[in-house]
């Protein structure tokens, strides 16, 4: 009978799966070789499917395990959801808040909503980190934070929750002597245009993004490691590239910098990047996480 499924075998099925071997499977859950291939022999008996072929070297996913895996995943996340809940109502405040925050988002927002925790919780202690592109998910997925704020839908991860803020408006910019930015007033430019010119690029501290370029148009790049050099890489005329709004909105104002004179990087050279509060599902956020959270959307819906 289906009522007779563990929440252990579950979790061996799944860990089996994802570390490609009963032995490794094994070594990962602390537990002998011979226990874990029980475990999966009476998961696939309640069942009544076989989960792995095992006529290989290797035990590799049938059709059906492949499906239920799935389904697998999806219990023991909603279960340790469900756990980190119940821990988190009768856990007191937090020693420590921390926060890892996307790049792209303005930090200032971010510290007039510590400002209100703080006016509740003032023994809180806060760490806050601000890290480009995977940064901040692999923040969260490594446990190093609590709480993460991220720009965009290229990070995903079911373990994590994410609750939906603001829009960041995302600008393609240039030097008002650079000379792209000279030519601003001639027509819009072609991809092949913007070739000829280097491209201010943002590295990714993670490992997320390696064989993929988001943005990226020309051949010729500078890549650096902190969104306010890219900045002043621009502002000085070596390349371009794309910059938040509000942080090169008094630049735009004051002629700095001038919108990039193109139509490949959206309407007058901008986008709109969906900003989120994000954290893991199976870790109980505290009564300072939830005050600041609150204040953060109440400050991005004011905004």
Not at 25 to 37: C, E, F, M, N
Request: proline share 4%; with cysteine.
């Amino acid at each position: 009978m289906l009522d007779a499924l563990t929440l252990d075998q579950m979790r061996t099925f799944v860990t089996v799966a994802e570390s490609g071997s009963f032995r490794a499977g094994a070594a990962k859950l602390s537990r002998v070789q011979s226990a874990v291939s029980h475990a999966i022999a009476n998961l696939e008996t309640e069942l009544g499917v076989a989960l792995f072929d095992r006529s290989g070297h290797r035990p590799v996913l049938t059709q059906e395990g492949q499906a239920l895996l799935a389904n697998a995943r999806d219990i023991l996340l909603r279960v340790d959801a469900m756990r980190a809940r119940a821990r988190g109502l009768g856990e007191g405040i937090e020693l420590e808040l921390s926060v890892i925050v996307d790049t792209l988002f303005p930090i200032e927002t971010v510290g007039l909503a510590l400002n209100e925790m703080r006016a509740i919780y003032p023994n809180v202690s806060i760490r806050l980190a601000v890290s480009p592109l995977g940064g901040p998910l692999d923040g969260l997925v490594e446990r190093r934070f609590t709480l993460g704020i991220m720009v965009g839908e290229d990070f995903r991860d079911p373990a994590i929750a994410r609750q939906a803020l603001s829009t960041v408006q995302i600008v393609a910019v240039v030097a008002a002597h650079h000379p792209l930015g000279l030519s601003a007033g001639d027509g819009a430019l072609e991809n092949a245009a913007l070739a000829d010119h280097l491209q201010i690029v943002q590295s990714d501290p993670s490992q997320r993004t390696v064989g993929r370029d988001f943005g990226v148009l020309s051949p010729q790049t500078c890549r650096v490691s902190s969104q306010d050099t890219k900045h002043a890489m621009i502002r000085a005329g070596l390349g371009w590239g794309r910059l938040p709004l509000w942080q090169v909105e008094r630049d735009l104002e004051e002629g700095r910098l001038v919108r990039m004179p193109t139509t490949a990087l959206g309407r007058n050279s901008q986008v709109g990047a969906e900003a989120y509060l994000v954290h893991r599902i199976d870790e109980p956020l505290g009564p300072a996480a939830r005050v600041f959270g609150e204040a953060l959307a109440l400050r991005c819906a004011e905004a």
